[in-house]
């Protein structure tokens, strides 16, 4: 048995119990802990997917779901609601609502949640594959930080110009784009139109590096509707989480 599932209840029953038999019929490894706010944080880390059967005290509903919320956005977890659709409706006003990934009101359809389930293994399974980054830059020499920074998160490529970065889409299919706008001859914007354009790149998301962030010049990026932008004075680390965020947002709000 193995795809373990943190399953939060505070009531027991027999609804509850249906599902979890369910889950451990379809081979997850279920993980029963209690209501509780503390009781999920020691065990958060026994795995990426989380249900809450939702029952009853809608100020712990809202407690619970408020705290699983901020690790689905922090820890990028999973998280699937099922239970009292009364009381589920109580959370819609909580910040980052829009991050659960289901909602299972009674009477529940308790194969379609397992089959959320199994949905969200695949997700977290090409969260955490080795994605595959092409750096497009003129300047030699942030290539190759950017190379020794990404190099044991990625698989990184560089190219130093827009024509050496089309011949290389020609061949290769990257998870990622990161786009200098400013080169000489076939420049970032150039190369983000022929990326659009073409249906066998289109669909790679393109980021753009940018060593300016004044109002004007970070307008005439957003004009061009690239997936983000990210500045060439950013920090390792903050690279690296932006980066991690970006790969999650893109993944798991697929499956919102």
């Given at each position: 048995m193995n795809n373990p599932i943190l399953f939060v209840e505070g009531s027991g029953g027999f609804i509850p119990e249906a599902i979890m038999n369910k889950l451990k019929?379809?081979?997850f490894e279920v993980i029963n802990i209690?209501?509780?706010?503390?009781?999920?944080?020691?065990?958060?880390?026994?795995?990426?997917?989380?249900i809450y059967y939702?029952?009853?005290n809608s100020e712990q509903v809202l407690r619970t779901t408020?705290?699983?919320?901020?690790?689905?956005?922090?820890?990028?977890?999973?998280?699937?609601?099922?239970?009292?659709?009364?009381?589920?409706?109580?959370?819609?006003?909580?910040?980052?609502?829009?991050?659960?990934?289901g909602i299972y009101p009674r009477p529940i359809d308790i194969d379609a949640l397992v089959n959320k389930a199994r949905t969200l293994v695949d997700s977290h399974k090409e969260f955490h594959r080795k994605k595959d980054i092409l750096i497009i830059d003129d300047d030699n020499d942030f290539l190759q930080v950017m190379f020794n920074w990404l190099k044991y998160n990625y698989r990184v490529d560089c190219v130093r110009s827009g024509h050496e970065a089309m011949r290389f889409l020609e061949r290769m299919r990257p998870d990622l784009i990161l786009l200098d706008y400013e080169m000489p001859e076939f420049d970032g914007y150039q190369v983000l139109d022929q990326v659009r354009r073409n249906p066998l790149t289109c669909q790679v998301p393109v980021i753009i590096f940018t060593g300016k962030n004044?109002?004007?010049?970070?307008?005439?990026?957003?004009?061009?509707?690239?997936?983000?932008?990210?500045?060439?004075?950013?920090?390792?680390?903050e690279l690296l989480y932006a980066l991690d965020k970006f790969f999650a947002t893109?993944?798991?709000?697929?499956?919102?």
């Amino acid at each position: 048995m193995n795809n373990p599932i943190l399953f939060v209840e505070g009531s027991g029953g027999f609804i509850p119990e249906a599902i979890m038999n369910k889950l451990k019929e379809a081979e997850f490894e279920v993980i029963n802990i209690p209501d509780n706010v503390d009781e999920i944080s020691s065990n958060r880390n026994k795995a990426e997917i989380i249900i809450y059967y939702v029952s009853d005290n809608s100020e712990q509903v809202l407690r619970t779901t408020d705290y699983l919320i901020k690790l689905v956005e922090t820890e990028h977890k999973s998280l699937c609601l099922a239970g009292d659709s009364f009381i589920m409706s109580k959370t819609k006003k909580l910040t980052g609502y829009e991050r659960i990934n289901g909602i299972y009101p009674r009477p529940i359809d308790i194969d379609a949640l397992v089959n959320k389930a199994r949905t969200l293994v695949d997700s977290h399974k090409e969260f955490h594959r080795k994605k595959d980054i092409l750096i497009i830059d003129d300047d030699n020499d942030f290539l190759q930080v950017m190379f020794n920074w990404l190099k044991y998160n990625y698989r990184v490529d560089c190219v130093r110009s827009g024509h050496e970065a089309m011949r290389f889409l020609e061949r290769m299919r990257p998870d990622l784009i990161l786009l200098d706008y400013e080169m000489p001859e076939f420049d970032g914007y150039q190369v983000l139109d022929q990326v659009r354009r073409n249906p066998l790149t289109c669909q790679v998301p393109v980021i753009i590096f940018t060593g300016k962030n004044d109002k004007e010049s970070v307008m005439r990026i957003l004009k061009r509707k690239p997936d983000g932008y990210l500045l060439k004075s950013m920090p390792k680390d903050e690279l690296l989480y932006a980066l991690d965020k970006f790969f999650a947002t893109t993944i798991f709000h697929q499956q919102s």
